[in-house]
């Protein structure tokens, strides 16, 4: 099957990585120059000890693409910007989204496809350098159709055993507990400068997090929320060690995905005239953060 | 006339200093070895590059004191201590409290002595050693009496220049404006380990502290927000490269004033049933850091 996936960050380089065992894969880049070395030398994916290279195809997003199936791997702040202005250069049946976020959720009833697959991907990724991307902790991508048939991803079925595909029915909960994980873990620690597992180790942290999680919670008026604050807390421990990819984004100056996690709660709760107070004030400080960080630069 | 300080922190050090040349001092420790350091060398300030150093006794606080006037110059989680167990220990004709919050006031009404005042010290100082303080701001200390009379006082109108008191009428508008500014400037500086010019000049964090400043001036149904919001402003800017004392403490692993300042603005909205998440929210994230600290020690 002929798959395009469009962005080279970690989680676009990872899901190329393990088609292309199987498919004839094409990632389409922003730079030119990660393309080039993509298709010099390969993409490379390290795994404890391991170290696997495949050949691949790549090049720059800049004209019309013809596949079987994309994905799209850009950022929630990418993403937007696509579905803005270059749609019609999306020509593939299938489309299947692996963004963090619910933005993009917005703009789908302007697309033509017939096939929408949405997905949240639950793997550790770190993307090393622009041919090499680490695997550092196995998980599964939970996915869902939003419009068409699931058939069209059956070829999900058949994927490496460490990087499974899950189908769930609900595509609206499987975001908002994506959602939810981001938003807890995500913004408060970059702000702390703390490693996840301390969001549950630490008992003033644990308290911010769930008032957080609760004002958020109401925001989108959440059924089963027992179930997702434990979800969000088993997330912590099971990450306990690692630094959240925000929390990596303010430590080296670069933008984040702010606005896409925190930003978005804040639009629904403005939208429908709840107060947010939590929330507005936690991304006024990891945003001031993200500026300091932009301004060094 | 007699002159006792309770508190040989930076306050109390520089109170003590500057009441020497025209007073008989004798300041109150904590620790036996403070006070031999300061009979043995004296009591230095320094001002830019002057140093002047001054006789004083001292002694630690460990027997009923005996003084015309007693200036309080503890922490505010020192102070409840003493008054609720050492107050048969401070025998003196009028007593002077210096303290950052408010939460000695509910305790005055139990006192037996005749005149109380109440004063906030608005001077940079930087304690150095145990016989070094550094005058690094020149400010005012206001005052005003809580109980009894004002010419009880009447010593203060003859004080350094450098060090000069100022007589307000209403006790607890300077306490609430004194609050004021440590509720919005030390727990966002701690937190954000920023120094207090930040507050202003960095948009995202100026919104942050007026939505605290809001909810907290909320909670206390202050009146004349906009002058004291400029007033918080004003010492942003005039403190702009200081980092503040509970930065200070976060970066030294010491204890903060953190209950003493947004503490007793939650227990004030509990007890009046006002929610206040933003001070709440924030409490917890400055313990966390406050604790995280102390473990590392």
Redesign the interface.
Known sequence: MRIGIIGGGAVGLLTAAYFSKNHDVTIYTRRHEQAEQLCTYGLTVMYGNERTTYRVHAEPFVRAIEEDVLFIAVKQYDVTHILNTRIHMLQANAIMFLQNGMGHVLHLPHMPHNDIALAVVEHGALKIDDTTVSHTGVGRTKWSVWRGEKETFSFLSVTDARFPFQYVEDWKTMLIEKLMVNVCINPLTA??G?PNGMLVT????R??ME??FH?VASIFELEQQERIWQHVETVCQQTAVNRSSMLRDIEAGRRTELDAILGYVIERANERHIPA??S???Y??V???E??GEKEK
């Open positions: 702000l702390l703390v630490h008992a003033p942290y308290q911010a008032q957080l004002e107070p939590i507005t004030f936690l006024a400080l945003k001031g953060k500026l300091e």
